[in-house]
């Protein structure tokens, strides 16, 4: 006969086998024998907490030959029932049944009356997983179903059923049940199957389970597979990585003595172990939890993890305080968990921060002492020996000291050397010195502009300098100049950002030829990337201030000669550039950089990856348009 597995060899027969639950079943006991059966029920909870248990168990005590309310489990409808093959209580896997169709077969099949029990139970697993139709054509039969018809449904995610289901059932709730039921059950089958073991094995199960019956049972079974015929706690340990509470109890007591050396070993040897970590933080959390709670009652029924000795011993060395900040710490390295990629550096890191709570650790490296380097001189004769000769021995006594001494270039303070100019023009001495000085050009001192990116138009005169000596006031007035400023304010007023208006939209397509014709621009691109800050720098500029913030926001995601394109972070930043209003404020902020005005249009980070990934689709089949061939046509702007 094939090896049948503990949770389906030990599922109970009776209600007085059910581990846990024990409202549940009174409630089931003391309906059946009052003869107040629903219609229809709704079990939820938890895996593994006897959900289609107690649907089997409720079906066998409605249809057993001896009676309403027995189980008597020798009646053919009972062994019928414990094999599964009753052909009035029919279980359906709403996973792989959940359309209409199969719930209008169902409905078809309701009418009938059972064939061999008084009534006919449809046990409906995983419900939460049929679809939306299906619900609705299954509603009204579930409302008012035959008489000799009663529906169970189960269902681990209950706020997935639809309000209307669940309002025509009568729900219960499953928990998780008691570590102590587990631990029981589990000793029973043990007695029942011949098999010595060691109560911490057990107990090392019960954790491990969770609260979840047939994970309790599935663990047994593996652990039995590796050990033979007996539970051994090492045989637990070995098999699920996990560390024994001494071991967790050592680690905290090297982290209590800020032993960080040893404490890196031990982890190293956890991991070398096959240890899981994210167990392990989680039972370290709960021997403080304990360290905590023996403190705060001193009673030992309420631990769970740790014995009364290993909670004195830590207790010794980690006071309340320290121990809640201990729990903090770890609590964090489970959130990080989830998301980092190195969990064991991470657990290492948490390891020191532990540690560091009870002081700083001795040193235990010292860096060698670095002499420090004598001074080399500078090779300054190798360059006198080259040229010995040269006028710098002897320079010209010009009598012009006021004009050379003013020089701010690379030679300032003395002249240039002679040997960087030509022979000839050593004799005619041309000193520009009192051509500068006669006629002083500022040219040198302020910085050029630089040139646009696009020079086939410069327009240089973007900001005419308005000289206020060409407008004077043609009349006296004792306050000329709040006056002058009252009219450049009327000349040139802030322009205010639109929040909202007529919105520019550009098709993916019209997008990804400008990203074409941009490959030829790289160059502009980059210039653009390096002048960017002259947009941010112009914020406060009471013209354009308000759309130079803006649009400094941004970063140039492509640029070709009638359009740009703007990369932002962030949909609401995007929305408020690509409105029609604010386009000639744009045109107006960009011109001077680019030398002509463009259409300028934003994107938010999903549009560009978008719109980036379907470029390189394009360019892999070779099926980007041709540059030659692509004429834009934009909405305002930018057009040819």
Not at 34 to 56: D, E, W
Request: aromatic share 6%.
């Amino acid at each position: 006969m094939a090896y049948k597995a503990l949770y389906n060899k030990y599922r109970p027969t009776t209600f007085e086998e059910v581990a846990g639950q024990r409202a549940i079943v009174r409630t089931m006991k003391n309906a059946i024998s009052n003869n107040k059966i629903a219609h229809a029920y709704l079990f939820c909870g938890p895996r593994g907490t006897g959900k289609t248990s107690m649907a089997r168990l409720f079906a066998k005590a409605l249809n057993c030959e001896e009676g309403l309310g027995h189980q008597c489990n020798h009646c053919e409808n009972c062994l019928a029932m414990n094999s599964s093959s009753h052909p009035d209580v029919i279980e359906i896997d709403a996973a792989s049944n959940n359309g209409v169709e199969q719930v209008r077969d169902l409905i078809d099949k309701v009418r009938y009356s059972p064939i061999k029990g008084k009534y006919k139970i449809y046990i409906i697993d995983e419900v939460h997983m049929m679809s939306q139709g299906a619900f609705n054509a299954l509603l009204k039969t579930l409302e008012e179903p035959p008489e000799h018809v009663i529906f169970i449904l189960a269902t681990t995610e209950p706020h997935k059923v639809l309000p209307t289901i669940v309002s025509r059932c009568q729900r219960y709730d499953f928990a998780k049940i008691d570590d102590k039921d587990i631990a029981e059950k589990l000793e029973w089958i043990l007695n029942q199957e011949g098999v010595a073991y060691e109560p911490a094995a057990l107990q090392c199960i019960v954790t491990l389970a969770d609260g979840g019956m047939r994970d309790a049972l599935s663990i047994l079974d593996q652990a039995l597979a590796y050990g033979g015929n007996s539970l051994k706690e090492k045989d637990v340990l070995d098999v699920f990585g996990l560390a024994s509470s001494a071991q967790k109890t050592h680690l905290l007591q090297l982290i209590a003595a800020n032993s960080i050396v040893e404490c890196l070993a031990l982890a190293e040897e956890f991991l070398s172990s096959g240890i899981d970590i994210k167990r392990l933080s989680s039972s370290l959390l709960n021997i403080l939890k304990d360290c905590l709670v023996y403190a705060k009652t001193g009673k030992k029924t309420f631990l769970q993890e740790a014995s009364e000795d290993e909670v004195k011993t830590l207790l010794a060395t980690i006071d309340p305080k320290r121990a809640n900040e201990m729990i903090d710490i770890l609590l964090k390295f489970q959130i990080d968990a989830k998301s980092v990629a190195n969990i064991r550096s991470l657990f290492e890191l948490t390891l020191i921060r532990l540690a560091s709570l009870f002081g700083d650790a001795p040193a235990v490296y010292v860096a060698p002492k670095v002499e420090e380097p004598k001074p080399v001189k500078q090779p300054e004769p190798i360059v006198i020996e080259k040229k010995p000769e040269p006028v710098v021995e002897a320079p010209k006594p010009e009598p012009k000291p006021a004009a050379e001494a003013e020089p701010t270039g690379i030679y300032s303070g003395s002249k240039a050397p002679d040997w960087l100019f030509d022979d000839k023009e050593e004799e005619s001495e041309p000193e520009p010195v009192p051509v500068v000085d006669s006629k002083p050009e500022p040219t040198p001192e302020p910085k050029p502009e630089p040139a646009p990116l696009f020079e086939e138009k410069k327009p240089e005169p973007v900001i005419p300098e308005k000289k206020p000596e060409l407008k004077p006031e043609p009349k006296p007035d004792p306050r000329p100049i709040f006056e002058q400023m009252a009219k450049k304010e009327e000349k040139t007023p802030q322009k205010p950002i639109m929040p909202s208006g007529t919105p520019v939209v550009l098709d993916d397509k019209t997008i990804v030829e400008i990203m074409v014709l941009g490959s030829k621009y790289k160059p502009q691109r980059q210039a653009l990337f390096q002048r960017w800050s002259e947009i941010s720098d112009r914020r406060f500029d009471p013209e354009v201030g308000q759309i130079a913030a803006l649009l400094g926001e941004g970063r140039p995601f492509c640029i070709c000669e009638q359009a740009l394109l703007v990369n932002y972070n962030f949909t609401r930043q995007k929305d408020m550039l690509n409105i029609r209003e604010n386009q000639d404020a744009l045109a107006k902020l960009i011109t001077p950089i680019l030398g002509k005005p463009v259409f300028i249009y934003a994107l938010d980070r999903n549009d560009s990856n978008r719109l980036q990934t379907t470029y390189f689709s394009l360019k892999q089949i070779n099926q980007l348009p041709n540059p030659e061939d692509i004429h834009l046509n934009l909405p305002i702007g930018g057009k040819k």
